[in-house]
C-alpha cells in the first residue's frame, strides 16, 4: 500500500511526544510490513528520499490553533494533488481536523479516507468543569469544532482510541458507530525491567529505602502538576521522592524547589528515560484531560502501577486495585490519599499485571496490525 498522512505539527524523525510518537511508530512498522508511508506536515524540512513533505500554516492570534490547522488544510490539499500525481496513492490517513476538505480529496482523487479522531473537541470542551477558570483553553479549541466535524464528511473509517472516545463521536459528531474502530496506542515493550546500577546515565539515584514517584510530561497546570506537587507535599515524606520529567519553567521550580522533588528537565534519549522509569516504583498522572497517555503506557511497559485521574481515556489503561488507583480530577486529598496508600499495598504486583496488561493489549505489533485490517478493508471496498 502507499499511504499517505495528513498531519500539520509531525516534527519528523526526532522531536515531540503523542501524536510525534505514534505516527514515527505506525510508520515504522507500516515500511517494515512493506507498505510506503508520505507524510505531509508544516513542521518538516521537504525530503522525497525520507518521503516527508512541507506544506505551509500561519498560526494568528488570537486564534492560532484554527488558523494553522485552516490554512494547513488548504496547502496540503495542493501538496497532496502533487504527490498522487506522482506516486499514485492507496489510501489518505488524516489526523484530527487536518481532513477537513476529505470530502472534496474524496470526490477529486478517488482515493479512501481513514481519519484518525485521537479527541472528539466538543467532548473535551463539555468535560471542562470550570469554563471560567480555563477560558483561554476553552476559547482555544472551541473554533476547531467545525473543522473537526467537516473532518468526518464522507470518511470511510474513523480510527479512536478508546470506546468512550466512540461513544462521543456518536453523540458529538452524529457519526454511525458501524463507520468507527477503536484501535489504541501501541507501546513497544522493553526486554529489562529491572532496575539498574547507578553505574548507567541516570539521573536519579537511589538507595534502597527510597519510594519514588514519577511523572512524565508536559510540566503544565492541564497535566494537574500543581496537585501532584500538593498532593506529595501532604505525604508522610520519610524516604519519598518526586521525580518531574518534562520542560519546567524557572518559576516553577523556585516555587516547588524542596530537597525531595526532582525536576529533571526534558529528556529526549530513550535509554536515559528508559532508565527513570526502571527505577522508579510508581507513575502518577493526575491530568486534567487525556487522549490515552503515551507515558501511562511507557510506564506500564516498564512494571509500573500508575495513579491517575479517573477521566475518559484512562479507564481503559488502569483497572483500578489491580494496577493502579484512578482517582477524581483536582482532588489533592484523594491523590495524596492513593499516593500513600500505594505504598502499603502489593504495589509491584500491580506492576506486573500492568505490564501483561501492555503486552497483552497495547504492544505495536498488534495496533499496527489492527490498523493495516482497516486500512485494507476500505482499499478492498473501493
Given at each position: 500500500m502507499?499511504?499517505?498522512?495528513?498531519?500539520?505539527?509531525?516534527?519528523?524523525?526526532?522531536?515531540?511526544?503523542?501524536?510525534?510518537?505514534?505516527?514515527?511508530?505506525l510508520?515504522?512498522?507500516?515500511?517494515?510490513?512493506?507498505?510506503?508511508?508520505y507524510?505531509?506536515s508544516?513542521?518538516?524540512?521537504?525530503n522525497e528520499?525520507?518521503?516527508?513533505y512541507?506544506?505551509?500554516?500561519?498560526?494568528?492570534?488570537?486564534l492560532?490553533?484554527?488558523?494553522?490547522?485552516?490554512?494547513?488544510?488548504f496547502s496540503?490539499?495542493?501538496?497532496?494533488?502533487?504527490?498522487?500525481?506522482k506516486?499514485?496513492?492507496d489510501l489518505?490517513?488524516?489526523?484530527?481536523?487536518?481532513?477537513?476538505?476529505g470530502?472534496?480529496?474524496?470526490?477529486?482523487?478517488?482515493?479512501?479516507?481513514?481519519?484518525?479522531?485521537?479527541?472528539?473537541?466538543?467532548?473535551?470542551?463539555?468535560n471542562?468543569q470550570?469554563?471560567?477558570?480555563?477560558?483561554?483553553?476553552?476559547?482555544?479549541?472551541?473554533?476547531?469544532?467545525?473543522?473537526?466535524?467537516?473532518?468526518?464528511?464522507?470518511?470511510?473509517?474513523?480510527?479512536?482510541?478508546t470506546?468512550?472516545?466512540?461513544?462521543?463521536?456518536?453523540?458529538y459528531?452524529?457519526?454511525?458507530?458501524?463507520?468507527?474502530?477503536?484501535?489504541?496506542?501501541?507501546?513497544?515493550i522493553?526486554?529489562?525491567?529491572?532496575?539498574?546500577?547507578?553505574a548507567?546515565?541516570?539521573?536519579?539515584?537511589?538507595?534502597?529505602?527510597e519510594?519514588?514517584?514519577?511523572?512524565?510530561?508536559?510540566v503544565?497546570?492541564?497535566?494537574?502538576?500543581?496537585?501532584?506537587?500538593?498532593?506529595?507535599?501532604l505525604?508522610?515524606?520519610?524516604?519519598?521522592?518526586?521525580?518531574?520529567?518534562?520542560?519546567?519553567?524557572?518559576?516553577?521550580?523556585?516555587?516547588?524547589?524542596?530537597?525531595?522533588?526532582?525536576?529533571?528537565g526534558?529528556?529526549?534519549?530513550r535509554?536515559?528515560?528508559?532508565?527513570?522509569?526502571?527505577?522508579s516504583?510508581?507513575?502518577?498522572?493526575p491530568?486534567?484531560?487525556?487522549g490515552?497517555?503515551?507515558?501511562?503506557?511507557?510506564?506500564?511497559?516498564?512494571?509500573?502501577?500508575?495513579?491517575?485521574?479517573?477521566?475518559?481515556?484512562?479507564?481503559?489503561?488502569?483497572?483500578?486495585?489491580?494496577?493502579?488507583?484512578?482517582?477524581?480530577?483536582?482532588?489533592v486529598?484523594?491523590?495524596?490519599?492513593k499516593?500513600?496508600?500505594?505504598?502499603?499495598?502489593?504495589?509491584?504486583?500491580?506492576?506486573?499485571?500492568?505490564?501483561e496488561?501492555?503486552?497483552?493489549?497495547?504492544?505495536?505489533?498488534?495496533?499496527?496490525?489492527?490498523t493495516?485490517?482497516?486500512?485494507?478493508?476500505?482499499?478492498?471496498?473501493?
Amino acid at each position: 500500500m502507499k499511504i499517505c498522512i495528513l498531519y500539520p505539527s509531525f516534527l519528523g524523525e526526532t522531536g515531540g511526544a503523542g501524536v510525534n510518537s505514534y505516527l514515527r511508530n505506525l510508520r515504522r512498522h507500516l515500511e517494515v510490513r512493506g507498505h510506503e508511508v508520505y507524510i505531509i506536515s508544516a513542521r518538516v524540512k521537504e525530503n522525497e528520499e525520507k518521503r516527508f513533505y512541507y506544506a505551509p500554516s500561519l498560526y494568528i492570534w488570537p486564534l492560532r490553533a484554527f488558523t494553522g490547522n485552516l490554512i494547513f488544510t488548504f496547502s496540503s490539499f495542493f501538496k497532496l494533488i502533487k504527490i498522487n500525481r506522482k506516486e499514485k496513492l492507496d489510501l489518505i490517513y488524516t489526523i484530527g481536523t487536518s481532513g477537513a476538505l476529505g470530502f472534496i480529496i474524496k470526490k477529486l482523487l478517488k482515493k479512501p479516507i481513514v481519519n484518525h479522531l485521537i479527541y472528539p473537541w466538543q467532548f473535551k470542551l463539555h468535560n471542562i468543569q470550570n469554563k471560567i477558570a480555563d477560558l483561554k483553553q476553552y476559547l482555544w479549541f472551541l473554533p476547531l469544532i467545525p473543522l473537526e466535524k467537516m473532518s468526518l464528511v464522507g470518511v470511510d473509517k474513523i480510527i479512536t482510541l478508546t470506546e468512550d472516545h466512540k461513544k462521543a463521536i456518536v453523540k458529538y459528531d452524529h457519526v454511525d458507530s458501524e463507520k468507527i474502530v477503536v484501535i489504541p496506542n501501541g507501546i513497544d515493550i522493553p526486554e529489562n525491567t529491572k532496575a539498574i546500577s547507578d553505574a548507567e546515565p541516570v539521573p536519579i539515584h537511589r538507595n534502597s529505602e527510597e519510594f519514588i514517584y514519577l511523572f512524565v510530561g508536559r510540566v503544565e497546570k492541564e497535566k494537574g502538576i500543581r496537585e501532584l506537587i500538593k498532593a506529595f507535599n501532604l505525604l508522610e515524606c520519610n524516604g519519598k521522592k518526586l521525580v518531574i520529567v518534562g520542560w519546567v519553567s524557572e518559576k516553577i521550580k523556585h516555587l516547588y524547589r524542596r530537597n525531595n522533588i526532582l525536576f529533571t528537565g526534558y529528556i529526549s534519549d530513550r535509554a536515559t528515560l528508559g532508565s527513570i522509569y526502571q527505577n522508579s516504583d510508581v507513575f502518577v498522572l493526575p491530568t486534567h484531560w487525556e487522549g490515552q497517555s503515551m507515558a501511562v503506557l511507557e510506564a506500564m511497559s516498564y512494571g509500573l502501577p500508575v495513579i491517575a485521574s479517573d477521566i475518559p481515556g484512562m479507564s481503559s489503561l488502569i483497572e483500578n486495585e489491580k494496577n493502579g488507583f484512578l482517582v477524581p480530577p483536582r482532588d489533592v486529598e484523594k491523590l495524596a490519599e492513593k499516593m500513600e496508600l500505594i505504598t502499603k499495598v502489593d504495589y509491584k504486583k500491580m506492576g506486573e499485571y500492568s505490564r501483561e496488561k501492555a503486552e497483552r493489549e497495547f504492544s505495536w505489533d498488534k495496533v499496527a496490525d489492527k490498523t493495516i485490517n482497516v486500512f485494507e478493508e476500505v482499499i478492498n471496498k473501493q
